[in-house]
């Protein structure tokens, strides 16, 4: 099995577009804001998460980000996002990294091995304690954070959800 996690590009977007109308648009927090776009829409979008990879055009408050792609011998499973570095709000809730994986991929082990591969980048880009916010009824969600040493800091109900922050020190990937 082959596995490369690889930052979204524009000469990739056509050949993914179907895949991220199959990712749900909005699930446990984690949104996909391609899902709904036409195919122009899209093309536009993916500059946009490029723009962001590179700290350019960042909205009001948001910190730059980026979005990887994981393919499974040569076929996209999942997305990730890595921010690289937080701000306050994002001490509180939302965190460095979020991962979707595509449902009918899902319950493979998929799901640990993004959030491994992502931690990969985090600690090369220099980061050295990772916050990952799970709410607490996404057990697949929280489950991989522990799998990859994650120390369970706090459960706080924000907006009236249970959502717990987990620290990892990149030392341990
Ligand atoms: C969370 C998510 C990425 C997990 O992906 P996945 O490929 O299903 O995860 P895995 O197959 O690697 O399983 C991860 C762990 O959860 C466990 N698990 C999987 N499905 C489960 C289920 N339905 N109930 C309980 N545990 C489950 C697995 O046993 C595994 O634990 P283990 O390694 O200790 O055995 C995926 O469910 C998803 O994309 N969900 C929607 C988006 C989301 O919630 N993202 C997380 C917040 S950013």
């Known amino acids: 099995m082959q596995i490369e996690l690889k930052p979204l590009q524009l000469s990739d977007a056509e050949k993914l577009y179907d895949f991220f ?9 984690k949104n996909n804001r391609a899902h709904g776009l036409s195919r122009k829409e899209f093309s536009a979008w993916v500059q946009t998460e490029i723009d962001a990879s590179n700290g350019k055009n960042l ?12 393919y499974v011998d040569g076929t996209p499973v999942g997305v990730s996002n890595l921010r690289h ?19 009918e991929y899902r319950g493979r082990g998929y ?4 959030k491994q591969e992502t931690m990969k980048k985090a600690k090369e880009m220099g980061i050295k304690r990772v916050l990952i916010f799970n709410h607490d ?20 109900e924000i907006n009236g959800v249970k959502i717990r922050k987990y620290v990892i020190d990149t030392s341990r990937i």
């Open 85 to 103: 570095y937080l701000n306050e709000n994002l001490e509180k809730d939302g965190g460095h990294i979020g991962t979707h994986i595509l449902p």
């Open 59 to 70: 909205r009001e408050g948001y910190v730059p980000g980026t979005t990887f792609v994981m």
């Open 111 to 114: 799901g640990n091995i993004i």
């Open 137 to 156: 009824d996404n057990v697949p969600a929280w489950r991989t954070s522990e799998k990859l040493g994650g120390k369970l800091d706090s459960i706080n």
């Open 21 to 29: 109308q199959k990712l749900p648009a909005s699930e446990n927090g």
